[in-house]
């Protein structure tokens, strides 16, 4: 066994990943050891850095499922911090793409759960879009008279930190489970705007761990920075409020740990997760109601 191979017990304890959740990788993303000796799997130097990186990455809240495919100059440029002022009213931002949602929309009016910050006609003008147009996007919802694999797995790479939300008019059931089992909520047309803004803004569908959580309105450097002009202002709710989304958030970082494995409590740690960020979106709406009333009406 070359020098530059470790046991899978050891790189689970340098990059703080559980032996269970390396597993788990490699079997629903296909992260493979680099050798194996009888059921002991070695990981080279290479991808011992590499799963470290994954790991950081998504300790800043990016899903296993938007880094599995990058490259290493990819990941690498994912992990530079980005700078991003305070926003506390800051709710999902969506892109629509096809005819029928942005006829919707009109119909619809505003929404205050989401913001539409990009709208296309066909998945052509999204994929021949400018980066930056599409960099900020929380969410795309695709119109998609019949569902399209080929035409789906593009935008999906193209955007591969956007929550990914399927409009069909026709499919087959195999199809639409493929969708599914894969994390991507589902909806048949025609839909009503309130039920698309609505999933949008919260867990919908039965996806996969990866997109059963609902997307954090803040980050933890913005709640450290909330709490700290609350204090300065003498204002006792903000930082309540703060604590406990704080407490939310941890919880729902152990139960994310716990769901990795194939034990039997793996489910009701899942539910758990999606429950409890989902009453951590409800907190932060609070929160942004507190902080800049009429953000985050209901």
């Not at 990059?15 to 080279?44: D, F, K, Q």
């Not at 009016?109 to 910050?117: K, N, P, Q, T």
């Amino acid at each position: 066994m070359a020098d530059d191979l470790y046991r899978i017990g050891t790189v689970a304890k340098l990059t703080g990943l559980s032996v269970e959740c390396l597993r788990a990788w490699e079997r629903r993303h296909g992260i493979a050891p680099a050798e194996r000796s009888g059921r002991t799997r070695y990981y080279s130097h290479a991808q011992l850095a590499r799963l470290t990186k994954m790991k950081q990455l998504i300790d800043a809240g990016h899903p296993i499922s938007s880094l599995a495919e990058l490259s290493d100059a990819q990941l690498d440029a994912r992990a530079q911090p980005v700078a991003r002022p305070v926003a506390p009213h800051r709710v999902p931002q969506v892109g629509l793409v096809g005819t029928a949602l942005l006829l919707l929309e009109q119909q619809g009016g505003d929404s205050d759960r989401v913001e539409i910050a990009q709208r296309w006609v066909t998945i052509a003008d999204l994929l021949d879009a400018r980066e930056r147009e599409r960099a900020q996007l929380d969410v795309i919802v695709l119109s998609m008279p019949s569902v399209n694999f080929e035409d789906f797995e593009r935008v999906r790479r193209a955007l591969p930190d956007a929550r990914l939300i399927v409009v069909y008019q026709f499919g087959s059931r195999t199809a639409l489970d493929t969708l599914r089992e894969g994390g991507i909520a589902t909806y048949a047309w025609p839909i009503a705007w309130e039920t698309l803004t609505h999933a949008c803004a919260t867990p919908t569908g039965t996806p996969l761990r990866a997109g059963r959580t609902a997307p954090r309105r803040y980050t933890d450097h913005e709640l450290v920075a909330l709490a700290a002009e609350a204090r300065r202002q003498r204002r006792d709710a903000p930082p309540q409020l703060i604590g406990l989304i704080t407490e939310l958030n941890a919880f729902a970082e152990f139960a994310a740990q716990q769901s990795v494995g194939d034990s039997a409590e793996a489910d009701s740690y899942e539910r758990a997760q999606a429950d409890v960020t989902y009453a951590r979106a409800q907190l932060e709406r609070a929160l942004a109601a507190i902080l800049e009333p009429g953000s985050a009406r209901h």
